[in-house]
């Protein structure tokens, strides 16, 4: 089975320091990463992915995330926040040849001017 | 354009009613997918079809049915609405090819309320 853990619920962080939002995720053989963000009221929009090759993948709105296999982490990063960077994270996980993405349960970050 | 589609986009109903929520999408995408968020903001899969074959049924009530007319609808009935039933529900489709790496584009999602 696969799972996504986000270990934090919330993550506040002050306007125009560096931002990091904590994924890791369990699945056989090798993995497809995902991170989505959601807006209030919204559906999820599509960020960035890792499915091969470079271990750090850049992404919409000057995100990016680093792969680490050995920790099977993949965190998301942004050098900047913006305000307009709060909403709620959702990082998730699929193996290969399936449709079944397994989502985290979300981490709401908050930038705070 | 809007991409990912869904009607109506608020809902409320009472115990023991029979609706259902459509979805469409545009952007010529041959999977399509049902999701559920609940109050806390846990998202869920419950069915996706591939061509309008179904590949993913999770466990959920059989009070849940998905149809797929085509590869660019699919549409969601409930049958016998409960409380438990309340929830916002996300279509989401990706494109054609191996599932995996495609990533998957969401609806605005539809906002049931049952009492």
């Known amino acids: 089975a696969q799972s996504v853990a986000q270990p934090e619920d919330q993550v506040n962080v002050a306007e125009g320091n560096p931002l990091t939002v904590k994924c890791t995720y369990s699945?056989?053989?090798?993995?497809?990463l995902f991170w989505y963000v959601q807006y209030p009221n919204r559906g999820l929009q599509f960020l960035l992915k890792y499915i091969t090759g470079d271990n750090l993948v850049k992404g919409s709105y000057g995100f990016e995330a680093e792969f680490n296999k050995s920790q099977t982490s993949f965190h998301l990063k942004k050098p900047s926040a913006l305000v307009s960077d709060s909403a709620l994270y959702f990082c998730a996980v699929t193996g290969a040849g399936s449709y079944q993405l397994t989502f985290g349960k979300g981490t709401k970050l908050s930038v705070i001017p | 354009d809007t991409a990912v589609s869904q009607t109506p986009k608020y809902l409320v109903t009472q115990m023991g009613n029979d609706k259902s929520i459509k979805c469409e999408q545009n952007?010529?995408?041959?999977?399509m997918y049902w999701y559920k968020q609940d109050s806390k903001k846990f998202l869920k899969i419950m069915f996706s079809y591939n061509n309008k074959e179904l590949i993913i049924n999770e466990t959920v009530p059989n009070r849940f049915s998905p149809k797929s007319p085509d590869k660019a609808h699919l549409n969601l009935h409930i049958n016998s609405l409960e409380l438990g039933d309340s929830a916002v529900y996300f279509c989401a489709s990706s494109p054609p090819g191996t599932g995996s790496y495609n990533e998957q584009f969401f609806g605005p999602g539809t906002r049931l309320t049952v009492l």
């Open positions: 699945v056989s053989g090798n993995p497809y």
């Open positions: 952007l010529g995408h041959d999977t």
